[in-house]
């Protein structure tokens, strides 16, 4: 459970969150976010999460803070359902998940790049997820990018 909430984590959200690299900020900030498409991005066949980066970057859209991903989960409580539509397939996105573009924590492939947040049957989860930096994002894949 993430704490002060009812949210469920995966092991890879509760290895990012016990990380001694996992920090939040020690003052009170606000951050104005932007939910993205790699199709919005101008990737209609997908892409590596470099290139999603890149591009968010020429966009003027910043990486978000590791700590946005436990806070968002705690307040974006209306997240549609993810079990509708197209099935998961492993080494992809879940269906309606939407993954928070930040920094990695560590280069190792088999270390937790970041969180994304997923409502499965009404059950709200924060979970982490790898993925290596041949993996190619679908362009119907999504996620939240800071704006300044």
């Known amino acids: 459970m ?4 009812s949210s469920s984590l995966n092991k ?6 016990r990380d001694e690299r996992f920090t ?18 101008g ?11 890149r591009q968010a970057g020429e966009l003027g859209l910043n990486l978000c ?4 991903g436990p806070y ?6 209306d997240q549609p359902e993810s079990d509708k539509g197209r099935d998961s397939q492993e080494g992809h996105a879940p269906a309606g998940s ?3 573009a930040s920094e990695r924590v560590s280069a190792d492939d088999e270390f937790p790049k970041g ?31 800071g704006e300044t």
């Open 2 to 5: 993430v704490s002060g909430g």
């Open 12 to 17: 890879f959200g509760e290895t990012l969150l």
């Open 24 to 41: 939040t900020s020690e003052t009170k900030y606000s951050l104005k976010t932007v939910e993205l498409s790699v199709k919005d991005l």
């Open 43 to 53: 990737f209609p066949k997908g892409t590596t999460m470099s290139q999603i980066f």
């Open 65 to 68: 803070p590791l700590e946005l």
């Open 72 to 77: 968002l989960r705690l307040i974006y409580l």
């Open 98 to 100: 939407i993954t928070i």
């Open 115 to 145: 969180f994304y947040l997923r409502n499965i049957k009404g059950e709200l989860w924060l979970r982490g997820y790898i993925a290596d930096d041949l993996h190619v994002w679908n362009s119907y894949d999504r996620f939240i990018f």
